[in-house]
C-alpha cells in the first residue's frame, strides 16, 4: 500500500512523467519514455510531509537503531534534513567532491565514525552515484545500514551494482508500481504501459 501511495503522490505532483510518444533525454543522454524529478517533491509541503512519513516508518523497520541520517549531494540532503528533523536524529551529507579549501572534507555535519548511519537518496537509476557516497560514508568508519531513496527505474544493472557492493538498497516506490498506479488512473494504456518496460529491460 505504501508503494502505491508513494507512486500516486509522485504523479499527483507531475514528479514522474510517462510520455512514450514524446521520449526525454536523461543527462547521460539516454532516450527514455519515463523522466523522475523527485526534486519537485520539496515544493509541495503535503506531499513532502507524506514522504518523509513513509521514510521514517521505512528506517524504523529496516535500521532501527540508525545513529545519523546522512543525504547524498544534492538532491538526498533536503529528505535527510526533513528526516533527521522528524526522528531526532543527527545528520550529515555527503559530498559530490573534496572541497578545495578549508579541511577538503567529503562529508559535511554530523561526524559518522563507528555509528549507524542510514543514506537518503531521491532516485535509483544504475546506483552508481548512491554507492559512491555509501563507500564514503563507510570509508570514515560508518556502519552503513542501508540506502533508502525514494523511487528506483528498476534497472537490473542497479540491483547488479548493489549486490556487488555489499550494500543494501530499499526504496519508497519503484517503476512496476508506478506504471499500475498509472494505469489504474487512466494515466496509461497497456500498450505504453509495455513500451516503458521494454525499455527498463533493455536498458
Same mark, same amino acid.
Not at 517533491?41 to 546522512?70: C, L, S, Y
Not at 568508519?141 to 523511487?151: L, M, P, Y
Given at each position: 500500500?505504501?508503494?502505491?501511495?508513494?507512486?500516486?503522490?509522485?504523479?499527483?505532483?507531475?514528479?514522474?512523467?510517462?510520455?512514450?510518444?514524446?521520449?526525454?533525454?536523461?543527462?547521460?543522454?539516454?532516450?527514455?519514455?519515463?523522466?523522475?524529478?523527485?526534486?519537485?517533491?520539496?515544493?509541495?509541503?503535503?506531499?513532502?510531509?507524506?514522504?518523509?512519513?513513509?521514510?521514517?516508518?521505512?528506517?524504523?523497520?529496516?535500521?532501527?537503531?540508525?545513529?545519523?541520517?546522512?543525504?547524498?549531494?544534492?538532491?538526498?540532503?533536503?529528505?535527510?534534513?526533513?528526516?533527521?528533523?522528524?526522528?531526532?536524529?543527527?545528520?550529515?551529507? +555527503?559530498?559530490?567532491?573534496?572541497?578545495?579549501?578549508? %579541511? @577538503?572534507?567529503?562529508?559535511?555535519? !554530523? $561526524?559518522?565514525?563507528? #555509528?549507524? +548511519?542510514?543514506?537518503?537518496?531521491?532516485?535509483?537509476? %544504475? @546506483?552508481?552515484?548512491?554507492?559512491? !557516497? $555509501?563507500?564514503?560514508? #563507510?570509508?570514515?568508519?560508518?556502519?552503513?545500514?542501508?540506502?533508502?531513496?525514494?523511487?528506483?527505474?528498476?534497472?537490473?544493472?542497479?540491483?547488479?551494482?548493489?549486490?556487488?557492493?555489499?550494500?543494501?538498497?530499499?526504496?519508497?516506490?519503484?517503476?512496476?508500481?508506478?506504471?499500475?498506479?498509472?494505469?489504474?488512473?487512466?494515466?496509461?494504456?497497456?500498450?505504453?504501459?509495455?513500451?516503458?518496460?521494454?525499455?527498463?529491460?533493455?536498458?
Amino acid at each position: 500500500m505504501a508503494k502505491k501511495s508513494v507512486a500516486k503522490a509522485l504523479l499527483d505532483i507531475g514528479a514522474v512523467q510517462i510520455r512514450p510518444d514524446a521520449p526525454f533525454t536523461w543527462a547521460s543522454g539516454i532516450i527514455s519514455p519515463i523522466y523522475c524529478d523527485n526534486r519537485q517533491i520539496i515544493g509541495h509541503v503535503d506531499t513532502r510531509k507524506r514522504i518523509v512519513q513513509h521514510f521514517t516508518e521505512k528506517i524504523n523497520e529496516i535500521a532501527p537503531d540508525a545513529e545519523v541520517v546522512a543525504g547524498t549531494s544534492t538532491a538526498g540532503i533536503p529528505h535527510a534534513a526533513f528526516i533527521s528533523e522528524v526522528m531526532d536524529l543527527p545528520m550529515c551529507y +555527503v559530498r559530490g567532491s573534496k572541497k578545495k579549501h578549508g %579541511t @577538503g572534507r567529503l562529508i559535511e555535519g !554530523a $561526524a559518522v565514525e563507528g #555509528r549507524k +548511519v542510514v543514506l537518503i537518496e531521491d532516485l535509483i537509476s %544504475t @546506483g552508481g552515484s548512491s554507492i559512491e !557516497a $555509501a563507500e564514503i560514508l #563507510r570509508e570514515e568508519g560508518a556502519e552503513v545500514e542501508a540506502v533508502v531513496a525514494i523511487f528506483s527505474y528498476q534497472l537490473e544493472k542497479a540491483a547488479s551494482n548493489f549486490e556487488t557492493s555489499g550494500f543494501r538498497c530499499v526504496t519508497l516506490s519503484d517503476l512496476d508500481t508506478l506504471l499500475d498506479v498509472s494505469i489504474r488512473e487512466n494515466l496509461l494504456t497497456e500498450a505504453e504501459r509495455a513500451e516503458v518496460v521494454k525499455f527498463r529491460d533493455e536498458l
